[in-house]
């Protein structure tokens, strides 16, 4: 067993798919654990079916759509048109094309995402304009690399919901900090707008220091391309107004793509009909690489949840680190290396699953959890010897990567000093009320019912009226997970199995009168136990015969007419009293 | 996030080119009969996902659009499990393209043919790994059950889409590592992916 996990880490360091390394790192342990492979697997993929397909899944739909979009805005020249109404606002400013190159590339990579995209599309261009203007050679470069990275905490970056799946995968956190993936799209603005001010204070000093000549203002230049690029500038700005104001997530993404392609292929004439099916090619491309190794990574988050994995981790990190401070620095180094190693979506769900208890355990919030994440990743895009942004500019730009190194250096101390200010300024990271998002009334119910999800207790020990816990073949006590009820073949069996689930969390939440919510509990259990023990099949193999099963007769009737044990016995969730199969 | 631009590296003799960049029409300059019809086959079938692909999307763009002014009661399923499915067959759409998502720190060590071998080991597990997630998937879609409520669209559809996806990304890999095979067998070197190309 030791050399096929070695044999996993070696195929993941050797260029393995990551999907396939985190299934093959998640059958492994299913292997090791007591359970039958069939049965601990199963658990694990129907989570993979769940996080695609249940009421949150919706937020999935960005991912092809906003890609489809950013590569849409590529192929077209809105690259071009943003460039010149930002150099007519801020040309006449002291570093104003340099600022330019900050907020152009800003605004351009919260819909490409992809960083290499932002400097292959944007750099060509301003690139050769800054030396015209007499910017240093390198600093020049460096801006370019620098900036290829510095938008995706704004929204709609794509990193900001595959962050927001992969935290919700954990339910039990992800009801803890009342997550919700739109509220989080916010959080990045007020760190990202500070990170864009760290860059642009770079470029004002460069440029007074080198008595850079500044650009006359026109106003009629500055009418002309405001006209001609405002169908685009003001995208974002309306996407994140259909956000608030409450319209779903999926409506916002797709009137995006139909906004674009009516502006592209039919005002602009920039893009011809047929390149949409062109584009597609990278896009679809883009999306299903990233679509794969979302969700198997809910596979590998259930193995590491049920090896208590990151259980072990917050163990470990309580018992060196004591101090909320020196934990984040650590963090911080920690992802800086992460993020010169892979990219923002691997990063994301790989390592989340691992440190989201751990900085729960400091008093993390999520939100601020999420936004100094991808902070660290956008930094380690640039960071040497091997952030991605420079090989790419090195590439784009036919330098030697050492220059490129030595030119981002400015820039990545600007991000560092952005970084430990949002780190250790959590009221930086501003995040929205939830109910100011939830307009509609079907927003509310749906939190409702996710919340009634969330809440849900994975974990039941069998344990008799009298306290004593039910054995099974092994001796050991008998644990219902969730996961394995859900994934019973029987229907019958299934809905009393995760019924059981429901009822334990409903004493949780509202005990009945006269009763404590463990006394709520021990009840329900014991009822459970003797509705269920008999007719399950499942539930026989796991117990054995001499334990004091309840007699046929006294199990209730299949109509669920039956009284419960105890006259006061709990409620289920709504209400009424569970029937049992 | 490594690049993985090709590097020259000693090789033993005899020495073996390194591979031009691949392009479409030098990727069949060298095939042989039998790698030219697997390539034949992979391309044939990205062309049908892609096409899946665009139809999926295309639908989801109107359906979701719709939907801001007309309330359509199957519509948010509609959505979710058309993501699903653009999920499993983009998927095999990235396989396609050689797309996938990994991290690289041997191959940039190793020369051309050694970069082959490595390419047919890292298929052959990516395989393996395809087939588990395959049977777990016809686990999933087995415990959907028969029971349909009216007016929703039944749950059997998104995951019958699981096995669907894993077999084709399955298929991608076998026909790559097949042609990788047939180059090494006749003492050539297939062209290698493009970094970041689709």
Same mark, same amino acid.
């Given at each position: 067993m030791t050399l096929l996990v070695l044999g996993v880490i070696a195929l993941f360091f050797a260029g393995a798919p990551l999907f396939a390394v985190m299934v093959g790192a998640a059958a492994l342990g299913a292997l090791t654990l007591p359970r039958a492979f069939s049965a601990e697997f199963g658990g694990y993929m129907q989570t993979f079916f769940s996080l695609g @397909?249940? &009421?949150? /899944?919706?937020? %999935?739909? @960005?991912i092809p759509l906003f890609i489809y979009a950013g590569y849409l805005m590529a192929a077209a020249k809105t690259a071009d048109r943003l460039v010149r109404f930002a150099n007519a606002i801020l040309?006449?400013?002291?570093?104003g094309l340099a600022i330019v190159t900050i907020l152009a590339s800003a605004i351009f990579t919260t819909f490409t995402g992809a960083s290499g995209v932002t400097i292959v599309a944007l750099g060509g261009l301003l690139m050769p304009a800054l030396v015209k203007q007499k910017y240093p050679e390198r600093f020049s470069l460096g801006l370019v690399a620098a900036t290829g990275s510095c938008g995706l905490l704004l929204p709609p970056a794509l990193p900001l919901f595959v962050f927001g799946a992969i935290y919700g995968i954990n339910k039990d956190l992800a009801a803890k900090w009342e997550w919700d993936t739109q509220r989080f799209l916010f959080a990045g603005v007020v760190p990202g707008a500070v990170l864009l001010g760290a860059l642009a204070l770079i470029a004002i000093w460069v440029a007074v220091r080198n008595k850079l000549p500044r650009q006359r203002f026109h106003l009629g230049e500055l009418a002309s391309s405001a006209a001609l690029a405002a169908p685009e500038l003001l995208l974002p700005f309306g996407v994140i107004g259909l956000l608030a104001s409450g319209v779903s997530i999926a409506q916002v993404a797709a009137l995006t793509v139909v906004y674009l392609v009516v502006l592209e $292929?039919? =005002? %602009?004439?920039? $893009? #011809?009909? #047929? !390149?949409l099916w062109t584009i597609s090619t990278e896009s679809l491309a883009l999306s299903g690489t990233i679509f794969l190794v979302v969700f198997t990574s809910a596979v590998f988050t259930n193995f590491l949840v049920t090896a208590q994995v990151p259980a072990l981790l917050v163990e470990w990190t309580k018992t060196y680190v004591d101090s909320r401070l020196v934990f984040l620095l650590m963090l911080n180094g920690l992802l800086l290396v992460v993020g010169m190693m892979m990219d923002v979506f691997s990063a994301i769900v790989i390592v989340l699953p691992l440190i989201a208890g751990v900085a729960d355990q400091y008093g993390i919030n999520p939100y601020h959890l999420g936004v100094i994440f991808l902070l660290n990743l956008e930094i380690g895009y640039l960071s040497?010897? $091997?952030?991605l942004n420079l090989f790419i500019t090195s590439f784009k730009f036919r330098v030697p990567v050492i220059d490129v190194v030595r030119a981002v250096i400015p820039f990545i101390g600007a991000m560092i000093a952005s970084l430990l200010l949002v780190t250790y300024v959590p009221s930086l990271t501003v995040v929205p009320d939830a109910k100011r998002t939830g307009t509609a009334s079907a927003l509310l119910q749906l939190v409702s019912e996710q919340a009634q999800e969330v809440r849900s207790i994975r974990e039941v020990a069998l344990l008799r009226e009298d306290g004593t816990p039910v054995l099974g073949e092994d001796g050991r006590p008998v644990v219902k997970r969730f996961a394995e009820c859900a994934a019973l073949e029987d229907e019958q069996s299934r809905q009393s199995c995760t019924g059981l689930f429901v009822d334990v969390t409903a004493c949780g939440e509202r005990p009945p009168a006269g009763q404590t919510a463990e006394e709520c509990k021990r009840d329900v259990v014991a009822a459970w136990i003797s509705s269920n023990l008999l007719d399950d099949d499942w539930d026989l193999d796991d =117990?054995? &015969? &001499?334990? !004091? /099963?309840?007699e046929p007769d006294d199990a209730p009737a299949p109509d669920g007419d039956a009284p419960a044990p105890d006259d006061d016995a709990p409620p289920a969730a709504d209400g009424a009293p569970r029937s049992p199969p | 996030m490594v690049s993985d631009s090709p590097t020259s590296s000693p090789e033993p003799a005899p020495p073996t080119p390194e591979p031009a960049p691949a392009s479409d029409a030098d990727r069949l300059a060298d095939d042989s009969a039998l790698a030219a019809a697997l390539r034949r086959i992979d391309r044939a079938l990205g062309r049908l996902e892609q096409a899946g692909m665009v139809l999926l999307l295309a639908v989801l763009v109107v359906v979701a659009a719709s939907t801001v002014v007309i309330q359509v009661s199957w519509a948010d399923e509609a959505i979710r499990y058309g993501v699903f499915a653009m999920a499993m067959i983009g998927g095999a759409y990235a396989t396609h393209h050689q797309r996938l998502l990994s991290m690289d720190v041997v191959s940039r060590n190793l020369g051309a043919r050694g970069r082959a071998w490595l390419r047919v080991v890292l298929a052959l597990f990516t395989l393996a790994m395809t087939g588990v997630l395959f049977q777990g998937g016809l686990q999933i879609f087995a415990l959907q059950g028969s029971v349909h409520q009216a007016g929703k669209i039944p749950t059997t559809v998104p995951a019958l889409f699981i096995p669907i996806g894993m077999a084709l990304i399955g298929l991608h890999l076998a026909l790559q590592a097949a042609i990788e095979l047939d180059y090494l067998r006749r003492g050539k070197l297939a062209p290698e992916p493009e970094p970041g190309a689709a």
């Open positions: @397909t249940n &009421e949150q /899944a919706q937020i %999935f739909s @960005t040309g006449w400013m002291p570093g $292929v039919g =005002l %602009f004439r920039d $893009v #011809r009909p #047929r !390149a040497p010897p $091997v952030g =117990l054995p &015969e &001499e334990p !004091a /099963a309840p | -």
